[in-house]
């Protein structure tokens, strides 16, 4: 129980397109999920948190406006990185959990992001 | 502000021996502690986790934490390493006051000498 899924698993673009990354609760209802941007050889860095059918909340130094947070059910949420060049390139995780799992994150598999 | 550190950046060990990594964290209430594992290129595994009770806790992969409030610390423990237990572990600390969010450790890497 409790797998959270990313698609896609890595992904290439050129600079100045967006990418849109996939963050789904497979067999639970997730009442919130976070997203999290992790450097070559550094630890995670939470980007911002979302709650489903409201706005994400971000963490000081990342832009709201480049990094999209979508948390459209309690099943899916979106991270979409508009305009990408190439320092956004990451690998970018999300996790989500429940309430009555209070403070338990379920991580997914991560997103490897490689802008051109 | 919580904040959590992982003094060693690397731990090499070799396989058959024991294996302790350290974490210290900085959390103004009751925290809740976790030990995570990732491979290379992969997410996180929960390998345990602490919210009270018994400060000796045991995960999974033969692994074991222990609590120590008056030292701020969670320490890893596993008796007898395999070559497969070579990978990055992260301490992370969170708690109510949080608002459900994690602070991670800078992670400690562990190399197995065959």
């Known amino acids: 129980g409790a797998v959270v899924s990313q698609h896609p698993s890595w992904v290439i673009c050129k600079s100045g397109t967006s990418v849109k990354i996939e963050c789904r609760s497979l067999d639970f209802q997730a009442t919130t999920m976070f997203w999290y941007r992790q450097f070559p050889k550094q630890s995670l860095m939470l980007m911002a948190t979302s709650n489903e059918g409201s706005k994400a909340t971000y963490e000081q130094g990342v832009e709201k406006d480049k990094f999209l947070i979508n948390h459209a059910s309690l099943t899916l949420s979106t991270l979409t990185v508009t305009s990408a060049h190439p320092e956004d390139s990451s690998f970018y995780i999300c996790s989500a959990s429940v309430a009555a799992a209070y403070n338990e994150q379920f991580f997914g598999p991560g997103t490897r992001l490689t802008v051109l | 502000a919580q904040s959590v550190t992982q003094p060693d950046i690397h731990i090499t060990v070799s396989e058959g021996a024991s294996l302790e990594l350290r974490c210290n964290y900085s959390?103004?209430?009751?925290?809740?502690l976790f030990w995570y594992v990732q491979s290379p290129g992969q997410g996180l595994q929960l390998l345990l986790k602490?919210?009270?009770?018994?400060?000796l806790v045991q995960g999974i992969k033969g692994f074991e934490a222990e609590f120590k409030r008056s030292q701020s610390s969670f320490n890893l423990r596993k008796p007898s390493v395999h070559w497969s237990d070579a990978a990055e572990y992260f301490c992370?600390?969170?708690?109510?006051?949080?608002?459900?969010?994690?602070?991670f450790g800078g992670g400690t890497r562990v190399l197995v000498k065959p």
């Open positions: 959390y103004g209430a009751t925290p809740y």
């Open positions: 992370a600390v969170g708690g109510k006051a949080a608002g459900n969010k994690l602070t």
């Open positions: 602490y919210f009270s009770g018994d400060t």
